[in-house]
């Protein structure tokens, strides 16, 4: 990591005194500074580089104050390795992954690297990790994410928090608070309202604030992030009921605004919390600049704001610069272009990769793989393998070059073992391609001056076809405001019978009807994504197209195209005949999940569970791989031998599934989120409480959220929260529970009864008394452990009062319920063979 060296701590200079506490530095720089320094520190600006040219190596910068000694502030993405279209780096697996390795010292290691690769960039703040809770598997960044448990969340949020500092680096753990979907994260409408959070208080304390409590108190994050969404009447950026908590926590940092949609105001902000507004200046979206020069003297002027509340927001912002060294120890600004990837980080992504992928089903023993001959399947087993997301704190594998394909890594882990054949299967999940013009009738667009189709039509105009570059389909359309809407009508002849592939690929908010059936949907997406559907249609019958086009809100340029597939069943027919000559087959699918928009469904894209269908009936020892953002329905999971989630895996996707298939390395990941067997369990049972009615969201299932939702209704998902098989097998005895200080400890045995070496998640969950109202049983610890075959170690879990608690809202505060708890350890929240019971008050 590049450093420049130390400031001198000249006599007139005494914050550079390092034997002072950052709180007494923060308090004399502060001093030391002239009102437009500090003013100055309150919102990003453009970096400059020796020219004085405007550069973006950061993607938010505050300049720093060279005659202070305080160097400037480079923040960039994100949580899945160094984003914003950064060239040079490693491409991570997704931090879902991570959560499912349950492992505190791989993601410290993780932390780690990550900050080292920010810091090779030139960058001194990560914003990272993301800790908010999977309140549903629906939710767009779910694969940045960590789990749907509080606790999972706060242990490994906390551990890459701690890497990431270690460095001399500022972490921001975001987004604080209840940031849980994205459907109008950023707003509707002209004036851009964002969903409403509405969420007890028992749940926000329970569920949504352990993980930001975590980081503040154990791993003293130098910054925390606020949301976009509004939590119970109130932004998030200017909300003191959210925010307060951060002081009473003792966080001595500072909040930085999500960018360009959360800052909504000057004085309230302030008041709130608020100490930097993000990018800065006049937002593109048509907000006005909260926290320019001006606007902060003018609210001082006429006493919204005080000086005390400057000088307050400014000593937040500096004193984590000086507890976590960025002033003693600076970090040099950098080429953007520089290449920061390091071997050892390929070595690490692969074993995040391997200890994160969990194995859902192996009947037979069908893996690891003993076949000599192997039929590998699929457009995700290809050079189209799925490791990322395009957007947000993800890498996009463009930036990091051609990886590589898994069948190929398989191959070479098996050499001359077994013989292996690939067929392709399915087009996949990229967009398909552009409906052409030939097959419109009568293609009519017409253009509305309105986000939402209503009035009349500003232009109607004939048109060729759907299909449309960064310019968008407004070319030539004069007139249009900043939020408008389209709706392109046609008749469409299918030249054959059978079921048609659609995909939309833009933008906004995007939906395509035949005969008046909505057969591809996108919801209000920020960024470009492709999104697929099918339906069947008969031969020459002739159907109504019509496809809805809003721009309202996106971050993304105007670009459109509706590609489609005729029926074709070449790629599934050559993929079965491969499978039939095959011992064994293992199919590859995946989804592309991303920032900006949630899944309408948990299906796979296309046609992809006609394909899994159509090979297990072909060969009963099928084994699926899914690289996909989290959760998805397997209608064939009983007509398959063995299903592997492999998440978005990063760049060492094709090696470390090889490993895992062929067993050079044994499964050991654990679900970090219950994948449903339905679309209706769970918060998202009822529209009001998921997307919400208008702009408002209700929680009402109050602290029901992921399995302890399953587990309070007594409802079976399709593979319960922890779960995870191995290669080898586990046993699980001599329970003792002791009183330790002014907690307790749990201890037992785990022992390794197979024939192979493996890892152990070993899991705790606390059952609280019946006047608690709390669910069945929550996860209250875990320990990892490898073991060679035979052997056994034990594991202890610490608990203390804190973990025994529940909320209680009519005391507002932590109360120990009276009568019998239980605690039990096992291997999944739904196999947990030791239990005992206690009273804590005895």
Same mark, same amino acid.
Not at 42 to 62: F, M, P, R, S, Y
Not at 258 to 282: E, Q
């Given at each position: 990591?590049?450093?420049?060296?130390?400031?001198?701590?000249?006599?007139?200079?005494?914050?550079?005194?390092?034997?002072?506490?950052?709180?007494?530095?923060?308090?004399?720089?502060?001093?030391?500074?002239?009102? *437009?320094?500090?003013?100055?520190?309150?919102?990003?600006?453009?970096?400059?580089?020796?020219?004085?040219?405007?550069?973006?190596?950061?993607?938010?910068?505050?300049?720093?104050?060279?005659?202070?000694?305080?160097?400037?502030?480079?923040?960039?993405?994100?949580?899945?390795?160094?984003?914003?279209?950064?060239?040079?780096?490693?491409?991570?697996?997704?931090?879902?992954?991570?959560?499912?390795?349950?492992?505190?010292?791989?993601?410290?290691?993780?932390?780690?690297?990550?900050?080292?690769?920010?810091?090779?960039?030139?960058?001194?703040?990560?914003? =990272?990790?993301?800790?908010?809770?999977?309140?549903?598997?629906?939710?767009?960044?779910?694969?940045?994410?960590?789990?749907?448990?509080?606790?999972?969340?706060?242990?490994?949020?906390?551990?890459?928090?701690?890497?990431?500092?270690? %460095?001399?680096?500022?972490?921001?753990?975001?987004?604080?608070?209840?940031?849980?979907?994205?459907?109008?994260?950023?707003?509707?409408?002209?004036?851009?309202?964002?969903?409403?959070?509405?969420?007890?208080?028992?749940?926000?304390?329970?569920?949504?604030?352990?993980?930001?409590?975590?980081?503040?108190?154990?791993?003293?994050?130098?910054?925390?992030?606020?949301?976009?969404?509004?939590?119970?009447?109130?932004?998030?950026?200017?909300?003191?009921?959210?925010?307060?908590?951060?002081?009473?926590?003792?966080?001595?940092?500072?909040?930085?605004?999500?960018?360009?949609?959360?800052?909504?105001?000057?004085?309230?902000?302030?008041?709130?919390?608020?100490?930097?507004?993000?990018?800065?200046?006049?937002?593109?979206?048509?907000?006005?600049?909260?926290?320019?020069?001006?606007? %902060?003297?003018?609210?001082?002027?006429?006493?919204?704001?005080?000086?005390?509340?400057?000088?307050?927001?400014?000593?937040?912002?500096?004193?984590?610069?000086?507890?976590?060294?960025?002033?003693?120890?600076?970090?040099?600004?950098?080429?953007?272009?520089?290449?920061?990837?390091?071997?050892?980080?390929?070595?690490?992504?692969?074993?995040?990769?391997?200890?994160?992928?969990?194995?859902?089903?192996?009947?037979?023993?069908?893996?690891?793989?003993?076949?000599?001959?192997?039929?590998?399947?699929?457009?995700?087993?290809?050079?189209?393998?799925?490791?990322?997301?395009?957007?947000?704190?993800?890498?996009?594998?463009?930036?990091?070059?051609?990886?590589?394909?898994?069948?190929? &890594?398989?191959?070479?882990?098996?050499?001359?073992?077994?013989?292996?054949?690939?067929?392709?299967?399915?087009?996949?999940?990229?967009?398909?391609?552009?409906?052409?013009? /030939?097959?419109?009738?009568?293609?009519? &667009?017409?253009?509305?001056?309105?986000?939402?189709?209503?009035?009349?039509?500003?232009?109607?105009?004939?048109? =060729?076809?759907?299909?449309?570059?960064?310019?968008?389909?407004?070319?030539?359309?004069?007139?249009?405001?900043?939020?408008?809407?389209?709706?392109?009508?046609?008749?469409?002849?299918?030249?054959?019978?059978?079921?048609?592939?659609?995909?939309?690929?833009?933008?906004?908010?995007?939906?395509?009807?035949?005969?008046?059936?909505?057969?591809?949907?996108?919801?209000?997406?920020?960024?470009?994504?492709?999104?697929?559907?099918?339906?069947?249609?008969?031969?020459?019958?002739?159907?109504?197209?019509?496809?809805?086009?809003?721009?309202?809100?996106?971050?993304?340029?105007?670009?459109?195209?509706?590609?489609?597939?005729?029926?074709?069943?070449?790629?599934?027919?050559?993929?079965?005949?491969?499978?039939?000559?095959?011992?064994?087959?293992?199919?590859?699918?995946?989804?592309?999940?991303?920032?900006?928009?949630?899944?309408?469904?948990?299906?796979?894209?296309?046609?992809?569970?006609?394909?899994?269908? &159509?090979?297990?009936?072909?060969?009963?020892?099928?084994?699926?791989?899914?690289?996909?953002?989290?959760?998805?329905?397997?209608?064939?999971?009983?007509?398959?031998?063995?299903?592997?989630?492999?998440?978005?895996?990063?760049?060492?996707?094709?090696? /470390?599934?090889?490993?895992?298939?062929?067993?050079?390395?044994?499964?050991?990941?654990?679900?970090?989120?219950?994948?449903?067997?339905?679309?209706?369990?769970?918060?998202? *049972?009822?529209?009001?409480?998921?997307?919400?009615?208008?702009?408002?969201?209700?929680?009402?299932?109050?602290?029901?959220?992921?399995?302890?939702?399953?587990?309070?209704?007594?409802?079976?998902?399709?593979?319960?929260?922890?779960?995870?098989?191995?290669?080898?097998?586990?046993?699980?005895?001599? %329970?003792?529970?002791?009183?330790?200080?002014?907690?307790?400890?749990?201890?037992?045995?785990?022992?390794?009864?197979?024939?192979?070496?493996?890892?152990?998640?070993?899991?705790?969950?606390?059952?609280?008394?019946?006047?608690?109202?709390?669910?069945?049983?929550?996860?209250?610890?875990? =320990?990892?452990?490898?073991?060679?075959?035979?052997? /056994?170690?034990?594991?202890?879990?610490?608990?203390?009062?804190?973990?025994? /608690?529940?909320?209680?809202?009519?005391?507002?505060?932590?109360?120990?319920?009276?009568?019998?708890?239980?605690?039990?350890?096992?291997?999944?929240?739904?196999?947990?063979?030791?239990?005992?019971?206690?009273?804590?008050?005895?």
């Amino acid at each position: 990591m590049a450093t420049t060296p130390a400031f001198a701590a000249p006599a007139d200079k005494p914050w550079l005194d390092a034997a002072r506490t950052p709180e007494q530095r923060a308090e004399l720089v502060v001093a030391a500074m002239t009102d *437009d320094e500090k003013l100055k520190l309150l919102q990003g600006d453009t970096e400059l580089d020796a020219n004085g040219t405007g550069v973006n190596a950061c993607v938010g910068h505050i300049s720093g104050i060279a005659r202070l000694g305080l160097p400037r502030l480079c923040m960039g993405d994100g949580p899945a390795g160094v984003g914003n279209g950064m060239k040079g780096v490693t491409q991570f697996p997704a931090p879902v992954m991570g959560a499912a390795t349950f492992d505190r010292d791989l993601m410290t290691a993780y932390g780690k690297a990550l900050g080292a690769e920010h810091a090779g960039k030139g960058r001194n703040v990560v914003l =990272a990790p993301t800790i908010n809770i999977i309140r549903t598997p629906k939710w767009g960044r779910l694969a940045e994410t960590l789990s749907e448990d509080p606790y999972l969340t706060a242990q490994l949020g906390t551990a890459i928090t701690g890497g990431i500092q270690s %460095l001399g680096l500022i972490a921001t753990p975001k987004h604080f608070a209840a940031n849980n979907q994205e459907w109008l994260r950023l707003g509707d409408g002209p004036a851009y309202e964002a969903v409403d959070a509405i969420v007890p208080e028992r749940a926000l304390r329970e569920i949504y604030y352990p993980g930001f409590e975590a980081v503040v108190k154990q791993g003293k994050a130098g910054s925390i992030m606020c949301a976009y969404n509004r939590v119970n009447g109130h932004y998030a950026c200017e909300n003191p009921g959210t925010l307060g908590n951060l002081k009473r926590w003792g966080f001595d940092g500072f909040v930085v605004a999500d960018w360009y949609f959360a800052h909504r105001s000057t004085a309230p902000s302030v008041k709130a919390g608020l100490d930097i507004s993000m990018p800065g200046g006049v937002s593109p979206f048509g907000f006005a600049e909260f926290y320019g020069v001006k606007e %902060l003297k003018a609210a001082r002027a006429r006493g919204a704001i005080t000086q005390a509340d400057i000088d307050g927001m400014v000593k937040r912002i500096v004193t984590p610069m000086f507890r976590l060294g960025l002033v003693d120890h600076p970090i040099a600004a950098a080429d953007a272009n520089a290449n920061v990837r390091d071997p050892a980080h390929l070595v690490l992504s692969e074993k995040i990769a391997e200890e994160g992928t969990v194995l859902l089903r192996n009947e037979r023993g069908v893996l690891p793989l003993k076949a000599k001959t192997i039929a590998v399947i699929g457009d995700d087993a290809g050079a189209n393998v799925q490791t990322s997301e395009r957007y947000g704190g993800f890498v996009k594998t463009e930036d990091v070059g051609t990886l590589k394909a898994p069948v190929d &890594a398989i191959k070479a882990a098996l050499g001359d073992k077994a013989s292996v054949t690939y067929a392709r299967g399915t087009l996949g999940i990229a967009p398909l391609p552009a409906m052409p013009a /030939s097959a419109f009738e009568g293609l009519t &667009a017409r253009y509305y001056a309105s986000p939402d189709w209503k009035g009349e039509p500003l232009v109607t105009r004939k048109e =060729a076809s759907i299909d449309y570059a960064e310019a968008g389909p407004k070319a030539g359309v004069q007139g249009l405001p900043s939020l408008w809407s389209a709706r392109w009508t046609a008749g469409f002849v299918p030249p054959k019978t059978g079921t048609y592939r659609f995909s939309l690929n833009g933008g906004g908010e995007i939906a395509l009807l035949i005969d008046g059936k909505r057969v591809v949907y996108v919801p209000k997406q920020s960024f470009r994504l492709a999104t697929h559907g099918t339906v069947w249609l008969e031969a020459g019958k002739r159907v109504a197209l019509q496809l809805d086009y809003s721009n309202a809100p996106t971050l993304s340029a105007n670009e459109l195209r509706l590609g489609w597939q005729a029926p074709d069943r070449a790629l599934i027919d050559e993929a079965v005949a491969a499978a039939k000559k095959a011992e064994v087959a293992v199919v590859f699918v995946a989804d592309h999940v991303s920032e900006g928009a949630d899944r309408t469904d948990l299906k796979l894209p296309g046609d992809q569970d006609a394909l899994v269908e &159509a090979v297990a009936a072909a060969n009963p020892n099928t084994v699926v791989v899914l690289h996909t953002v989290g959760p998805v329905l397997m209608p064939w999971r009983d007509k398959v031998a063995g299903i592997l989630t492999a998440w978005y895996p990063g760049e060492q996707a094709a090696d /470390s599934i090889a490993a895992l298939l062929t067993g050079k390395a044994n499964p050991s990941g654990k679900l970090p989120v219950t994948f449903p067997a339905d679309e209706v369990n769970g918060p998202a *049972d009822q529209p009001a409480r998921y997307p919400g009615i208008g702009t408002t969201a209700r929680y009402d299932e109050g602290i029901l959220v992921g399995y302890r939702w399953y587990d309070a209704k007594g409802i079976a998902p399709l593979y319960p929260f922890g779960h995870g098989l191995s290669y080898t097998s586990f046993a699980y005895s001599g %329970l003792k529970l002791s009183k330790s200080g002014d907690g307790w400890s749990v201890r037992a045995t785990v022992r390794n009864t197979g024939k192979v070496s493996g890892d152990e998640v070993a899991q705790l969950y606390v059952s609280m008394p019946a006047a608690a109202n709390e669910p069945p049983r929550q996860l209250k610890g875990f =320990a990892r452990v490898s073991l060679q075959p035979g052997k /056994s170690a034990t594991v202890e879990f610490p608990l203390d009062r804190r973990a025994l /608690s529940y909320w209680d809202e009519t005391a507002h505060d932590w109360q120990l319920a009276e009568g019998s708890y239980r605690v039990q350890i096992g291997s999944s929240s739904r196999d947990l063979p030791l239990g005992k019971d206690f009273d804590p008050a005895r």
